[in-house]
């Protein structure tokens, strides 16, 4: 008996740090209020300036970019990033940005983050500018 235990403990030793560490849902939640928090900013900053904010949205690259500071999240490679985002915005190409507009209206678009299935859209409104996040379960 001692002896099947003490084999089971070693290969749970050999195994256990070749189980993959990815990112965890509540990490991946707090990706998707950061995510919401740069876009909120981004709003607010084209509200003051009056004048136009854009936020970069590289989904190949898993990344998005401030307009009005140009602070950069980077999301995980085991982290999936979708981005659904108008191909024109104010009558010109949006080249995956999501622009905000000096009275406080947007283009629109949402992102999308999942990991094994579930995950969070961060969701920018095209008509009133704001931002929600949603959680979603088999995407």
């Known amino acids: 008996m001692v002896c099947a235990l003490a084999m089971l ?3 749970a ?3 256990l740090p070749r189980f993959p560490r990815g990112t965890s849902q509540p990490r991946l939640e707090a990706y998707a209020v950061e995510i919401a928090s740069l876009l909120k900013a981004d709003r607010n900053a084209a509200l003051q300036r009056r004048g136009s ?4 949205v590289d ?3 898993r990344r998005v970019a401030a307009g009005s500071s140009g602070h950069v999240i980077r999301i995980p490679d085991d982290v999936r990033l979708d981005a659904l985002l108008p191909e024109r915005c104010n009558g010109r190409p949006a080249l995956s940005t999501i622009s ?3 009275n406080g209206m947007s283009c629109g678009g949402v992102i999308r983050l999942t990991r094994f299935g579930t995950g969070f859209e961060v969701r920018v409104n095209w ?3 704001g931002i929600d996040i949603a959680g979603r379960n088999a995407l």
């Open 59 to 61: 989904a190949p690259g």
């Open 53 to 56: 904010v854009s936020a970069s």
């Open 100 to 102: 905000f507009f000096p």
């Open 13 to 15: 030793a050999i195994l």
């Open 127 to 129: 008509l009133t500018g």
């Open 9 to 11: 403990a070693l290969l």
